[in-house]
């Protein structure tokens, strides 16, 4: 069965059934990340992606195992649609030997050189340029695979992201730079900190072709990255996606925080009313969505077993990796 | 330094922060407060509760995340007569605004002829546990040091918090004002009244021959804890607190050192280049080479900052680790002693769980 | 005599003379500065603003003694324009004890608080936030003085030129941005710096209205700036200007460098054929224009007398001003 | 360290530089050139001259002045695994790119676990007189020895620049490369073939019993000198060269207090928190309070770098006030002494005059 997208792409039923079980299954690793903070056996901070999941989905269903990705302190969905590995992350999480960092990195720092994903940096924007600079060793390498960076609103304001727009589009780097527009950064609203939202437009006179999607729709977002990472990968250089989204939780810690006065749960519900996981899922045969959901159940429990069961740093560790050899 | 009593209530630091800045911006409206998410309602983990009600959205404003231009901003609207505090929720951040730290506010003063002031203060929280890591744990206030035209302040208590806020808002220099986050939750006894903390002059928090323990920030806190452990065995602490860091009172800490001929510094930070190594090399400048005092720095590990709890438990400097290096100081290092646990456990600073 | 100006403003004949003098003063002043350098007598590296003096001029004209004045390490113009003093400006350069920073500050940090010219950075680009602050303090004192700040070229790859824009807007103001763009940062032409020329259009994004003199008319950028100046005073936003112009000289130093090969003497024939001090000069009748000149070159060879016989700092003075009282 | 004696032959400072990188460019496809103005005909004063007609565009390259976003091109470049030399004109500018240098270079492999590498160098210059001033005369190298994961090196002469080149661009560390402009023109024996200076290995420049002399970059020169005007009133220094900071070989150093029980250490750079510190205080602590050994710091004086030359004159040590203070150690501060002025000026250093 083929499904005719908004964006007149042509997905068939497993490319659903695909990007389905990516959403489903970060979602409801994000669930249980903040079902299990309060017991403190997570020992980092926690930004979740609920309800941001679709733009990772979307823009890295289309990338290959080559191609690179970066992203920031809320980089949980990223990290996990490039397909690093679920125990490795909640293991980092729990502060083990086995994480992905080593117990060195905490959540805001997920690394998976093996599936190119690439780190991420809490000081926010400031992984933009180091991104970058891989699509730079791609380019003069003559790889085709390209970069997908993504970031937040408040990142644009920091003035590394022009200066990594200009060198980007200078160079003409395979990167597509992709901003998950939640409309806060913390509890700032935009209106506190943008001078106005023209923001594709500005990206584009750094002659960086800039869409927008403004409805979380993951077939858009797909469909869109899609064109660009076939121009870059014929050579053109960078592109741009502004998507805009909605931080379901607090924006740090497991919990909701519609009490705080800075939004309304108005806003959250017209984002639940257009929730791309409950949307997809939809779209896949019950039976074939129970055995995706008890699937990913299972990957989960055995992910959290396996963080639990780690063993913890050596003393030692401490002191290992400030050189490399 | 004056000590008013009257009206002499306990207060937590962050309530001192906050009530220095709402009687400075009482005082002058030239003061404002800016930074990212001052105005919230987490305001700074309390430290800005109350001030955008108060005096309005025109002296406390929030800003785009743009570190370095807002510090710009502060130093040319202090060149302008203004008295910015610019608040940076981390330490790690002023990595950001170096620049304008380092190449204009520090050195417009002197680069003009003396023609323009930069009164401007720079807050920023120091962090630690709770997993945040490599970029959220930084101390980095030996940069500071290091450049002539910033003064840098870091106060370990509420009391001094206060007076050392409202000194920094007066004051017609750039200051880098150091806090630590784990010291906002502390209370000590602070008057009703503005009052200033001079800047320059040590704090004596204990008395003791024969070891002199400087120690920074949060440290203080720490090496007290650590003179209690050694109190109980007899060995009896000086612990002294500069306060401020730069200006630097070198001269209590080597007239200190001279009588105890024991100098251990104990910084919340690295210790290569640090404050430590300063305090060090200028006391045993001072003293010559006939003092024979004997020296130790302690303070960050020299590694990044790890997120996982059982490495950062040996990241930091705590009062088990000073008060053990002191006392194989004092009797050698042969003399095994270990501090009780459950006495070490009692130190005030528990497991900090968040939130930022 | 009214002279009608292709800008469609009207001057009278006061007015082209004193623009007049004004851009010659600077043009003299700078090759005065360049004749000398090669004596030693002078301390500090110079950079010239001959063949751009007409930016400074044509804005800072309209500029009051309340209004602000920021400039970069090639900030002659400006400072001259602005109506700052020249035997403190050439004390200065000498290390003298009398210059205008008392010998502590150099060429590239002419300050003079009395008429607003608040110093100016050598670090590219880092003076404009602090134009901003200046423009803050205003904002916030109600007063109806302005800010004007010039940089180069160059200046605007620097991320912190955006971070500025985009708070400048979003706190409405009154800072007038000049680029002087001479299509050099040093020998770097901007075809390697510069992704695209669409500079005015990204900085309109911002929501800062942007216009672009590309022939280095005095009277185009006067009145441009005078539409900026006074809706900045109405209470208006900040303003963008965008001048083309040309360096004559070397990057840094008194000589010219057409020999280097980085760019051609032709480019610098097209803009003395355009040059504004020349053009003006013909507007103004012949013998107020010799008494002007001569008035020039008395005031230049006494600001450089001044400069000469003044005291060298005392040794103490290395350690006075590093902390204010 | 390996010392080849095969194809030596006099060689400048900036020569040199320039010879071991187009070595590594040749022997690595991985190693690029880029910065602003590396591909101009000056060529960053000529250590870049002839690079770009020789590998081409593509790794020899200007950018944007965009300090920061260049630094994380370079830091995801290396990443990736190229091995880039990012270049900066002073030193000063490093301040725009502080974040990146700190907050991610520094901490990546520690952050990341040990998976991934940042090999990179930066190189930049110390500016010194032409009335540069206040913003383009700093020596900020003690910023980044202070932060765990950097490697910093200062190289004096010819030979250690391009040994210490090469060792860095093959280094799997991000390597932080002081010059001084002034050393740029001075020329010593260079070998011809490529070779590496090991980091972390002192050079002892002159033999002495008198007092041990720690010279830090373009201060080396200064302290041969002072040695020299020292040595024909019979007072013996030992001038040591660290040529790196970190690793710092502070065995060589303190074995050579040790046996002189003096101990100056001469830094091109601010002494509060600076390289001077860290290596007082580091021979301290390991000598222990019975060495007896007297210290003494010089570097910049506590203020902002004047352009006047008259008040530059006296920002900086100089052959004269190295030889002044050592002297004033050995025979005591009674004895009194002048270095012939005829003889101090015959110092390599004679006033610089730009260009930049
Ligand atoms: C440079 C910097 N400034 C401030 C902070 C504090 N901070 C942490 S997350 C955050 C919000 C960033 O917002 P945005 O980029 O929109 O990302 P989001 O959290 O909404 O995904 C801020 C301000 C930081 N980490 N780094
Ligand atoms: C941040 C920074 N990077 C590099 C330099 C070195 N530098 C000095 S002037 C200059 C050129 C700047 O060009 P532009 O802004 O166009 O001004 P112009 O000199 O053309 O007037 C450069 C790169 C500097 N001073 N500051
Ligand atoms: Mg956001
Ligand atoms: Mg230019």
Same mark, same amino acid.
């Given at each position: ?325 | ?111 003009? &002829?003396?023609? @323009?002031? $930069?009164?401007? %203060?720079?807050?920023?929280? /120091?962090?630690?546990?709770?997993? !945040? ?74 008395? &003791?021959?024969? @070891?002199? $323990?400087?120690? %920074?920030?949060?440290?203080? /806190?720490?090496?007290?804890?650590? !003179? ?119 130190a005030y600073q528990v497991q900090f769980n968040g939130p930022f």
């Open positions: 069965m083929d499904v005719a997208i908004s964006s007149a792409d042509t997905l068939d039923g497993t490319d659903i059934q695909r990007i389905y079980r990516s959403l489903r299954r970060i979602r409801r690793i994000e669930e249980e990340v903040a079902r299990v903070y309060p017991t403190d056996r997570i020992k980092s901070p926690v930004h979740l992606s609920i309800g941001q999941e679709a733009i990772s989905v979307g823009v890295i269903d289309l990338l290959g195992a080559e191609d690179v990705v970066g992203g920031s302190y809320r980089g949980h969905a990223a990290y996990l649609a490039k397909g690093a590995s679920l125990p490795a992350m909640v293991a980092e999480m729990y502060g083990k030997a086995t994480g992905c960092n080593a117990g060195k990195g905490g959540s805001m720092h997920l690394i998976a050189a093996a599936q190119n994903v690439i780190g991420a940096s809490a000081v926010v924007g400031t992984h933009i340029p180091v991104a970058c600079g891989h699509a730079l060793a791609l380019k003069r390498r003559r790889s085709s695979a390209v970069v997908a960076v993504f970031f937040g609103d408040g990142a644009v304001e920091e003035g590394v992201f022009y200066e990594s727009l200009n060198f980007a589009s200078l160079h003409k780097l395979p990167v597509l730079f992709i901003c998950e527009n939640n409309g806060f950064a913390i509890h700032e609203p935009l209106a506190k900190r943008w001078a106005t939202d023209r923001l594709c437009e500005r990206v584009a006179t750094f002659g960086i072709p800039a869409e927008r999607v403004a409805d979380g729709d993951v077939f858009k977002i797909r469909s869109l990255a899609g064109k660009f990472i076939a121009d870059m990968r014929a050579g053109g250089g960078p592109g741009f996606l502004e998507c805009l989204t909605y931080r379901w939780r607090e924006h740090v810690g497991p919990s909701e925080d519609y009490d705080a006065g800075y939004r309304q749960r108005s806003d959250l519900e017209k984002w639940i009313a257009n929730d791309q996981v409950a949307r997809l899922g939809g779209m896949v045969d019950g039976t074939v969505r129970a055995q995706i959901d008890t699937e990913i159940e299972q990957e989960i429990s055995a992910a959290f077993a396996f963080a639990e069961s780690s063993p913890i740093p050596e003393t030692k560790e401490l002191y290992t990796h400030v050189f490399a050899d | 330094m004056s000590l008013p009593t009257d009206g002499v209530r306990p207060l937590k630091y962050v309530d001192a922060l906050r009530e220095a800045v709402e009687q400075e911006m009482e005082r002058d409206p030239d003061v404002f407060l800016f930074g990212l998410d001052v105005d919230d309602h987490k305001a700074i983990q309390g430290s800005t509760q109350g001030l955008l009600a108060k005096f309005g959205a025109e002296r406390v404003f929030t800003t785009p995340l743009s570190e370095d231009a807002m510090t710009g901003v502060a130093i040319g609207a202090a060149m302008a007569g203004m008295r910015p505090i610019h608040v940076h929720i981390r330490n790690d951040f002023l990595m950001l605004c170096m620049n304008q730290l380092v190449n204009i506010a520090a050195k417009a003063h002197y680069m003009y &002829g003396g023609s @323009v002031k $930069v009164p401007m %203060v720079v807050r920023s929280m /120091i962090g630690k546990s709770w997993g !945040q890591g490599a970029q959220h744990s930084q101390a980095l206030h030996s940069m500071f040091m290091h450049v002539p035209g910033l003064k840098v302040v870091a106060p370990s208590n509420a009391h001094d918090a206060k007076g050392c806020m409202i000194t920094a808002v007066r004051d017609n220099n750039p200051v880098i004002f150091v806090e630590h986050r784990l010291l906002y939750s502390t209370e000590s006894a602070v008057p009703e009244e503005p009052y200033t903390v001079e800047f320059g002059r040590a704090r004596l928090c204990s008395r &003791g021959d024969d @070891v002199t $323990v400087v120690a %920074v920030s949060n440290m203080v /806190i720490e090496c007290l804890r650590a !003179q209690e452990l050694l109190s109980e065995i007899g060995i009896h602490a000086e612990v002294i607190d500069p306060i401020s860091l730069v200006p630097l009172d070198i001269e209590t800490i080597h007239a200190s050192a001279m009588r105890t001929r024991r100098l251990v510094v104990v910084d919340n930070a690295w210790t290569c280049c640090g404050a430590s190594a300063e305090i060090v090399a200028r006391v045993l400048e001072m003293a010559g080479p006939r003092a024979g005092i004997e020296v130790r720095r302690m303070g960050f590990e020299t590694t990044t900052c790890p997120p996982s709890p059982w490495l950062e438990a040996h990241f930091y400097p705590n009062p088990s680790t000073v008060a053990k290096t002191i006392h194989s100081m004092v009797r050698g290092t042969d003399a095994e002693w270990e501090p009780d646990p459950d006495r070490v456990r009692l």
